[in-house]
């Protein structure tokens, strides 16, 4: 599949290690998403970015840096993460229309650990 | 802000019969209710959607009902088959003109269909 891609799939990290997630859409949309997937909790939205510019940040722990370079390219930057940092993230992307914005494709996700 | 609360949390269902998922939500402001399809290992994918301008929407074996005045919305899959089994979560926003939605979704319900 190649809409919305996100890399890597699988990350093992320590508490004191920094990396990041990338994700990409081929969709040309205009709007992109990060969401965490906790086990037996809800989709949870973190950031999410209009034409590049990030519209919201859901009380989310500085320690999860996003980044938007274009409408294309969305990072999500870790450090310093807690063992209950471990989750799917997972993005995704729409396109802003004149009426609201449409369908919101996911990603494959990044299944974190850290230990 | 909103909230969503989805019933019930597991679900098995003989192959052929009906299955119905509700929710409710608290934010009478919000407009649009999509449904998502994530099999297990894979991505959330939209299988329906509805829009407060309507009632009821069909799509071949699944529809969707809107109830506004109740704050409640339901998922119908007829003629269930092995290849439903999933977990099905639903969502609501306000769609605001020119801007990301910034979806809320329940906690999602494990469809089982059994042979």
């Known amino acids: 599949e190649t809409g919305v891609t996100q890399t890597p799939r699988h990350l093992v990290m320590g508490m004191t290690n920094k990396k990041s997630l990338k994700c990409e859409q081929h969709?040309?949309?205009?709007?992109m998403y990060w969401y965490k997937q906790s086990a037996k909790k809800p989709l949870e939205l973190m950031f999410v970015?209009?034409?590049?510019?990030?519209?919201e940040n859901n009380s989310v722990p500085s320690r999860f840096s996003p980044e938007c370079p274009n409408s294309s390219h969305l990072f999500l930057h870790l450090h310093t993460l807690q063992p209950e940092d471990s989750a799917l993230y997972l993005c995704a992307s729409s396109q802003i229309l004149a009426g609201g914005t449409d369908t919101q494709y996911f990603g494959p996700g990044t299944r974190l650990t850290v230990l | 802000g909103e909230n969503v609360e989805q019933h019930p949390s597991t679900l098995s269902v003989q192959e052929g019969d009906s299955a119905v998922i509700k929710c409710t939500y608290s934010d009478s402001a919000s407009n649009y209710f999509p449904w998502y399809k994530q099999e297990l290992g894979k991505r959330p994918q939209l299988i329906i959607d509805?829009?407060?301008?309507?009632g009821e929407k069909k799509d071949q074996r699944i529809a969707v009902t809107l109830n506004k005045t109740a704050k409640h919305f339901s998922l119908h899959i007829t003629e269930t088959q092995p290849e439903d089994s999933a977990v099905y979560f639903c969502?609501?926003?306000?769609?605001?003109?020119?801007?990301?939605?910034?979806?809320?979704f329940g906690t999602g319900t494990r469809l089982q269909v059994t042979l």
């Open positions: 509805i829009r407060s301008n309507v």
């Open positions: 969502a609501a926003t306000q769609i605001n003109t020119g801007t990301a939605s910034k979806l809320t």
């Open positions: 969709l040309g949309h205009n709007a």
């Open positions: 970015y209009n034409f590049k510019e990030q519209t």
